[in-house]
């Protein structure tokens, strides 16, 4: 499949454990929020998001957790499994735009 | 992805010649964006159209053009293309403004 970045930050997780990833933003006026992810040879697929109305939105297994004071977002995957292993994206809108900006990515990796 | 598709799948084309990539969706959106995808740099935006005949540029607009005729289809034109282009494109939908965006499978284009 394509390499979606060949010097991507990674994070290492073994089964079972939880995986923390983090993500700066950098517009103060960015409201909207969203994690991606995206495995080899795919389309960045939507896991969840979140509003600047809101500091934490659960999904199943997932948490994304929104601090506006220092423009941080987190993803945090609980159980971690190996069908987690992927590139992950986080993306911010400004409400007068109808653009998302992408970060860079973070690769994850499970080992049993 | 269901409900967008993209064409072709993989292209290999040389220096100067055009390429027209394509977006077609099934789901009436009327949303539509192009994003390049490039080790280090993430996903940027090209393009966007938020309706039949209404585009926009994004980031990295220059060495691209975008047509929209009709709702289902979104064009990405390189009219003399050039290695740096060589690229995965992505194309997504996305129904109002605000909201997350879903992803096609993407274009793999290299230009020798």
């Known amino acids: 499949g394509e390499s979606v970045g060949l010097h991507l930050p990674t994070l290492s997780v073994q089964e079972g454990d939880n995986s923390i990833i983090n993500c700066a933003y950098s517009?103060?006026?960015?409201?909207?929020f969203i994690w991606y992810k995206q495995e080899s040879g795919k389309g960045p697929q939507f896991i969840i998001d979140?509003?600047?109305?809101?500091d934490k939105r659960q999904g199943q297994r997932v948490t994304v957790l929104l601090n506006k004071t220092v423009k941080h977002l987190s993803l945090q995957i609980a159980a971690t499994q190996p069908g987690d292993s992927a590139v992950y994206f986080c993306?911010?809108?400004?409400?007068?735009?109808?653009?998302?900006?992408f970060g860079t990515g973070t690769r994850l990796q499970v080992f049993p | 992805d269901a409900g967008i598709t993209q064409s072709p799948r993989h292209k290999v084309t040389e220096t100067g010649t055009p390429v027209t990539l394509r977006c077609h969706q099934t789901?009436?959106?009327?949303?539509m964006y192009w994003y390049r995808q490039d080790p280090g740099h993430g996903l940027r935006l090209i393009h966007y159209?938020?309706?039949?005949?209404?585009?926009d540029k994004g980031e990295v607009s220059d060495g691209y053009s975008v047509s929209r005729s009709k709702t289902e289809d979104f064009l990405l034109t390189l009219e003399s293309a050039t290695s740096s282009q060589t690229s995965v494109y992505f194309c997504?939908?996305?129904?109002?403004?605000?909201?997350?965006?879903?992803f096609g499978s993407g274009t793999r284009l290299t230009v020798v």
């Open positions: 997504a939908i996305s129904e109002m403004s605000g909201d997350g965006y879903t």
């Open positions: 517009n103060s006026a960015s409201d909207y």
């Open positions: 979140i509003r600047s109305n809101m």
């Open positions: 993306a911010e809108m400004a409400g007068d735009t109808d653009k998302l900006i």
């Open positions: 789901e009436n959106h009327r949303y």
């Open positions: 159209s938020y309706g039949v005949k209404d585009t």
